[in-house]
């Protein structure tokens, strides 16, 4: 199993760009999130998913859209990119749809995004 | 909302030292509480958990933590820390269908 990989590893977008960052996972959880890392700040949950076609908000939504078409997949939207979204994305997956606290959470390599 | 606190933002020991990181959180009801480290340039791992049953809590590499519900607590101990436990820790809580994770402490170990 290749666990939750995640791509691109680095991103520079200038302001008002947009991008996709991509999240795939082949163990067949149902819960996947989406973080942000930023320093002194530990992580924070922008988004996640019980199972395709059901997504919610995390703590940090503001600028983000998600999508659960499948079970594999959950990539993380950028609509219009400004400075306070450099950071470093973490993606998550877990077995159950209910996710934390009852699994662990298996994390992904992490994607750094600058801004400019 | 859940909060999650770090008290130590940087810890400097020497190899062999022993090594406590405090944690406390501030939800009341049911909590899962978790350890994850993230050595360099790597991704997080999952030291240790704890979910109900024995307050003491042994994870890998030599790690435990200890739960205290009276204190809100859930520190992280080694008795002798190597320079391979470099490496920054994360203290996570976890709810319904969140983790909230706190800031972190940056562990360096000196040889």
């Known amino acids: 199993n290749a666990g939750v990989t995640q791509t691109p590893k680095f991103q520079v977008l200038k302001t008002g760009q947009s991008m996709t960052l991509q999240c795939a996972q082949d163990?067949?959880?149902?819960?996947m999130s989406w973080y942000r890392q930023d320093p002194g700040m530990g992580l924070r949950l922008i988004h996640y998913s019980v199972g395709a076609g059901i997504t919610d908000q995390g703590e940090v939504p503001n600028g983000y859209n998600v999508s659960r078409s499948t079970t594999e997949d959950f990539p993380l939207r950028l609509l219009s990119a400004a400075p306070s979204q450099t950071s470093v994305y973490f993606c998550?997956?877990?077995?159950?749809?209910?996710?934390?606290?009852?699994?662990?959470?298996?994390f992904g390599p992490g994607t750094r995004l600058t801004v400019l | 909302a859940q909060s999650v606190s770090q008290h130590n933002h940087h810890v400097i020991l020497s190899e062999a030292a022993s090594l406590e990181l405090g944690c406390n959180y501030s939800y009341g009801g049911t909590v899962n509480l978790f350890w994850y480290v993230q050595y360099p340039g790597q991704h997080l791992q999952l030291l240790l958990k704890?979910?109900?049953?024995?307050?003491l809590v042994k994870g890998i590499k030599g790690f435990e933590a200890e739960f205290i519900k009276s204190k809100f607590s859930f520190n992280l101990r080694k008795p002798s820390v190597q320079w391979s436990d470099t490496a920054e820790y994360f203290c996570?809580?976890?709810?319904?269908?969140?983790?909230?994770f706190g800031s972190g402490t940056q562990l360096t170990v000196l040889p």
């Open positions: 704890y979910f109900s049953g024995d307050p």
């Open positions: 163990m067949n959880h149902e819960y």
């Open positions: 996570a809580s976890g709810s319904a269908r969140q983790l909230t």
């Open positions: 998550a997956s877990s077995y159950k749809a209910g996710g934390p606290p009852n699994n662990e959470q298996f």
